[in-house]
Structures are given as C-alpha cells and as structure tokens.
C-alpha cells in the first residue's frame, strides 16, 4: 500500500490564525480604557527617560532602578497613586516584552511604603454642584443657542443621574427609554462595570419644574435634530453642531464655564462635581443609602457613608449645650 506523503506545514500563519491574532490584540487593547493605556504610555515614556539620564537600563530594568526611580519621582511631589501607576505601566511593558517584571520586587515595595508615610499632602477633591449650584449652573446657559440647551441638559442629566463624565460622554440615544415617570437609561460601560454587562439608572421626571432633567435632554435632542447616536455632541463655530461625541475634559470645561458664569469659584469643579454633588446633596435630605447606591452604582457602601456622614456630622453633637454663656454674663 502507497504511503501517503506527510502534508506540508505551511510556511506562514493562515488567515484564520492572523484574525484570531488581531481580534485578540483588539479585545487585550480594549480591556482598559482609551485614557488609561494614554497615562500608561505616558508613564513609561517618562521612566525610559529618567533611565537615560541616569544611563540605567529600562528595559529589562532591575529592581534597584524601579526603587530609584520612584524614589526621583517623588522628590518632585508626584502623588503615591501616580506613582502606582508608573509601577502597574513598568510591569506592563516588560510582560507585554514577555521579560521578568521587578515591579514587585521588595526593594520596590519598601520604597513605596515610605513614600506613602512620608506623603502628607491631603488628596485633592474638588467641590461637590449641590442642587442649589446646579440649578444656577443650569439658569447661567444661553437658552436660546443649541450649545446652551446642551449644556443645560447635560448638567440636569449629570448631576440627576450620578454620572461619572465618562458615562454622560458616552451615553447614546438608544441608551434612554422613556417611561412615564422618566427615562430608564441604559449604561454600556462605567468604572464599576469594566466587563460591560450594563447598568441601569432611573432617571425621574420633575413635574412643573424648569430644572427637569428628563425635559432638559428632550428639548435638546428635538431642536437639535439628534435621532441616534451621541446624545452630547462638539459644537462648531457658529452654534453649529458636529458629529463627534463630547470628550471627559469637555464636561469638565462645561461645568467649569457655567459655575464661573453662576458667579461660583471655577477652580472649585469638575467633571466629577455632578456625581459627588447628587451624593451630597441626597445625604443632606436624608436619603436611603441604599437608594443612593442604586443611583450611583457603588460596590462598596463605604464611599457611601462618608457623604452621610458629613451630612450627619452636627447632627446630636456631643457638644450640644456645652460652653454656653450663664444668664446675664
């Protein structure tokens, strides 16, 4: 019987091997978000950097040259959380190089304890929009321009969803049904929900109320004519609207022009104003921090609780009734 001859091996990957290669390079990329693979590059753009100038290797790096790094880094005031960062960018880069990473080396580890001992500086956060600033944010637009009424609807929309700015810029008109008693929107994507399984916020309607934010975004989308897609969207010179979507820095600029126009300190906001001041401002009313996890999509009540907190710090003080003045002093 005639031996059958062994199939040849082919001599470069088939398609099918070189698509299942480019989809998984695309699903790796799509792990994180567009902003955060922007600060990686950046981190190790500057470690490469640093290790030229003191003619260290960073690739592969040695623990000592981490340590000594981060040690340079935060002699110049970098946060320890930028620091982390810079870390989690350096082992990236040397698995992605399929190299030993010395991220976690202990030389590394131990250098970062006491940089996070030594850091004293308080974390900086910026001033929560209550319901007071919001609704003066809100009258401070130009009503008459479609860039008012899309401003205006973004920070009703913002601020009465508890959205992070991520979340508002890529909100989408498929993503809201409406309801009788408001929209029920639709989240894709959010910080607490990387796997993109979805969330679901109520969004209520105001009656009689010119801050509603469920009228807000409507009026919006009718005069300017949007039917899919982008819900907030760039505008041209001109009041003329454009395709592409809103961008996170955008919200910010957004909350920071109207506060400035409400007569408020702009320095004082940003983009997450909305989602801290919808927390803040529920607390102060006494509602269920379970309602509020609801709105807000926290995974831990522990954030939680500090809004309820500060809004409950006075209340039955331990020092009521203490050092007042006797009669007639």
Same mark, same amino acid.
């Given at each position: 019987?005639?031996? $059958?001859?062994?199939?040849?091996?082919?001599?470069?990957?088939?398609?099918?091997?070189? &698509?299942?290669?480019?989809?998984?390079?695309?699903?790796?990329?799509?792990?994180?978000?567009?902003?955060?693979?922007?600060?990686?590059?950046?981190?190790? +753009?500057?470690?490469?950097?640093?290790?030229?100038?003191?003619?260290?290797?960073? $690739?592969?790096?040695? #623990?000592?040259?981490?340590?000594?790094?981060?040690?340079?880094?935060?002699?110049?005031?970098?946060? =320890?959380? &930028?620091?982390?960062? +810079?870390?989690?960018?350096?082992? $990236?880069?040397?698995?992605?190089?399929?190299? =030993?990473?010395?991220? %976690?080396?202990?030389?590394?580890?131990?250098?970062?304890?006491?940089?996070?001992?030594?850091?004293?500086?308080? =974390? /900086?956060?910026?001033? =929560?929009?209550?319901?007071?600033?919001? !609704?003066?944010?809100?009258?401070?637009?130009?009503?008459?321009?479609?860039?008012?009424?899309?401003?205006?609807?973004?920070?009703?929309?913002?601020?009465?969803?508890?959205?992070?700015?991520?979340?508002?810029?890529?909100? %989408?008109?498929?993503?809201?049904?409406?309801?009788?008693?408001?929209?029920?929107?639709?989240?894709?994507?959010?910080? &607490? %929900?990387?796997?993109?399984?979805?969330?679901?916020?109520?969004?209520? +309607?105001?009656?009689?109320? #010119?801050?509603? #934010?469920?009228?807000?975004?409507?009026?919006?989308?009718?005069?300017?004519?949007?039917?899919?897609?982008?819900?907030?969207?760039?505008?041209?010179?001109? %009041?003329?609207?454009?395709?592409?979507?809103?961008? *996170?820095?955008?919200?910010?600029?957004?909350? !920071? !022009?109207?506060? $400035?126009?409400?007569?408020?300190?702009?320095?004082?906001?940003?983009?997450?104003?909305?989602? /801290?001041?919808?927390?803040?401002?529920?607390?102060?009313?006494?509602?269920?921090?379970?309602?509020?996890?609801?709105?807000?999509?926290?995974?831990?009540?522990?954030?939680?609780?500090?809004?309820?907190?500060?809004?409950?710090?006075?209340? *039955?003080?331990?020092?009521?009734?203490?050092?007042?003045?006797?009669?007639?002093?």
């Amino acid at each position: 019987m005639k031996k $059958l001859a062994p199939l040849p091996r082919p001599t470069a990957p088939s398609i099918a091997l070189a &698509t299942a290669e480019n989809a998984a390079a695309a699903y790796a990329r799509g792990s994180r978000a567009a902003s955060t693979w922007r600060a990686y590059e950046s981190d190790w +753009r500057i470690f490469v950097a640093w290790c030229r100038s003191v003619d260290e290797l960073a $690739l592969p790096a040695t #623990p000592h040259t981490v340590a000594l790094f981060l040690a340079a880094q935060a002699t110049l005031g970098h946060a =320890p959380s &930028t620091l982390d960062r +810079r870390r989690a960018a350096i082992r $990236l880069v040397h698995v992605g190089a399929k190299l =030993p990473s010395p991220h %976690d080396a202990l030389e590394v580890d131990e250098v970062l304890r006491g940089i996070r001992r030594a850091w004293k500086q308080p =974390p /900086s956060q910026k001033a =929560p929009a209550v319901d007071a600033e919001v !609704k003066r944010m809100a009258d401070a637009v130009e009503p008459q321009t479609l860039q008012g009424l899309r401003d205006r609807a973004l920070v009703l929309l913002g601020f009465a969803g508890a959205l992070r700015r991520s979340e508002l810029v890529a909100l %989408d008109v498929e993503h809201l049904q409406q309801r009788r008693e408001g929209f029920s929107m639709h989240i894709a994507h959010s910080k &607490t %929900d990387q796997e993109g399984q979805g969330q679901v916020v109520a969004i209520a +309607r105001v009656l009689d109320s #010119p801050y509603c #934010p469920v009228q807000a975004v409507l009026d919006w989308l009718v005069v300017a004519e949007i039917r899919t897609g982008a819900v907030f969207r760039r505008m041209h010179r001109g %009041d003329a609207l454009g395709h592409s979507r809103l961008t *996170d820095q955008s919200v910010a600029l957004v909350i !920071k !022009k109207l506060a $400035l126009r409400a007569g408020l300190d702009p320095e004082r906001y940003a983009g997450h104003s909305l989602r /801290s001041g919808f927390l803040t401002s529920a607390a102060r009313r006494r509602a269920s921090i379970f309602k509020m996890a609801d709105q807000s999509r926290h995974r831990s009540l522990d954030t939680l609780r500090a809004y309820v907190r500060d809004a409950e710090r006075f209340d *039955d003080h331990a020092g009521l009734g203490l050092l007042q003045a006797k009669r007639g002093q």
